[in-house]
């Protein structure tokens, strides 16, 4: 399991190039879904639970540290409102992704295939709000560029 890039201090930052490192820990945590979703089919095919439990820690500490920096990037954007509700809404769907990405393993491990589709079709709307959710903050960065080097000069 990778760490996460430490290379930027949020707090150290310019503001302009904050939202380029939300995209990066955005990345990052799309990976981190990747392995959770690997992790997960191994158990199901291999049921070695100590193994899986090792593995959920790590991707557990990585979540959290990706939250803990999005946080500290929303609380530099507080006075940008458009910019610090988007990365509100971000962080709440992805909350609710990953409590659903829990919700549909426990239902695969106990074969509750109308849970399963009921879930799967849940995940795919909230994939599509955090993707439109991106979008907006892509926006945002190219309308906020502009206005963070006329202030600076």
């Known amino acids: ?3 996460i890039d430490t290379d930027v201090n949020i707090n150290e930052c310019q503001v302009v190039e904050l939202l380029p490192t939300l995209f990066r820990l955005q990345s990052q945590r799309c990976l981190t879904y990747q392995r959770l979703d690997d992790a997960q089919t191994m158990f199901l095919t291999s049921k070695n639970f100590p193994a899986f439990q090792n ?6 500490v990585i979540f959290a540290r990706i939250s803990e920096e999005i946080l ?8 940008e409102k ?3 509700k988007h990365i509100e809404q971000l962080q709440d769907y992805e909350q609710k992704k990953l409590q659903l990405t829990n919700d549909l393993f426990l239902a695969k491990i106990e074969h ?3 849970l399963i589709d009921e ?3 849940k995940l795919v709307v909230l994939v599509e709000n955090i993707n439109e959710i991106l ?8 309308e906020f560029a502009p206005i963070s080097t006329e ?3």
Do not use: C, G, P, V
């Open 135 to 142: 979008q907006e903050l892509r926006y945002d960065q190219d």
């Open 82 to 84: 458009f910019i610090f």
């Open 72 to 79: 500290l990037i929303k609380k530099r954007f507080e006075k």
């Open 1 to 3: 399991m990778t760490a």
């Open 119 to 121: 879930y799967k079709q």
């Open 151 to 153: 202030n600076s000069n």
């Open 55 to 60: 593995f959920l820690s790590d991707i557990t």
């Open 112 to 114: 509750k295939t109308d």
